[in-house]
């Protein structure tokens, strides 16, 4: 079974350039996370979705930070305007149910960002 | 509001030695709990979990943890550290049950190192 897969692994852009990472979940898994991980932390979610619907963006800075989850498939996050503080690594993950804090999370590789 | 505190941000073991990471947990609800390993440049991977059956939980690669009620404590242990082990650990705490408002947050992390 193929993992949780994460698109680009890593990336460097110039401030206020926009950047769109892809993540593609295991297949059949309902629920997909967005994370943000800072170096020397662990990850902060940014926004959940449980099929199309996204559940639990309270923490997604809304003003430069966008994300889809077409057909409850495949998700993008973007940034746009990316800002030097946006440097971290883009987690990704998947879970097989929805809504079950009992749920393990399949995590993907990772997208890391530099922005110069 | 749930919260985990890992103490120790760096512990470092002889091969061969006790492996013991201590993880303590705040939560108004009965928890889910979990222990998640990363690798260097990879994506978290569950170690194991306590979803309130037995307060001994095994998990992968020789680790277990022991859930504490009376000590709010969720401590990681294995007897003996191989240099294999040698990575980043988080412990998380997760709402119980079924709920849109479910969510997994995540402790700082402990970084193991391993001397030979």
């Known amino acids: 079974e193929a993992g949780v897969v994460q698109s680009p692994r890593y990336k460097i852009i110039e401030k206020k350039q926009p950047v769109a990472f892809w993540c593609n979940p295991i297949?059949?898994?309902?629920?997909l996370y967005w994370y943000l991980q800072n170096l020397g932390q662990g990850p902060e979610l940014l926004i959940r979705?449980?099929?199309?619907?996204?559940?639990?963006d309270s923490q997604l800075p809304k003003d430069r930070f966008s994300a889809e989850r077409l057909k409850g498939v495949d998700s993008t996050l973007k940034i746009q305007p990316a800002e030097l503080g946006d440097s971290a690594v883009y987690l990704c993950?998947?879970?097989?149910?929805?809504?079950?804090?009992?749920?393990?999370?399949?995590f993907g590789p990772g997208t890391r960002l530099t922005v110069l | 509001a749930q919260s985990v505190t890992q103490l120790g941000s760096h512990v470092s073991v002889s091969e061969g030695a006790l492996v013991l990471l201590r993880c303590n947990y705040s939560s108004s609800v009965p928890p889910y709990l979990f222990w998640y390993v990363q690798y260097p440049n990879q994506g978290l991977q569950l170690l194991l979990k306590?979803?309130?059956?037995?307060?001994l939980v095994k998990g992968i690669n020789g680790f277990e943890a022991e859930f504490k009620k009376s000590e709010t404590s969720f401590h990681l242990t294995k007897p003996s550290a191989h240099m294999s082990d040698a990575a980043e650990y988080f412990c998380a705490v997760s709402t119980s049950g079924y709920s849109s408002a479910s969510k997994i947050i995540f402790g700082s992390g402990t970084r193991l190192s391993i001397r030979p």
């Open positions: 993950a998947s879970s097989p149910h929805s809504g079950s804090g009992a749920d393990t999370q399949y």
């Open positions: 979705y449980e099929n199309e619907e996204a559940v639990d």
């Open positions: 297949s059949g898994h309902n629920t």
């Open positions: 306590y979803t309130s059956a037995a307060t």
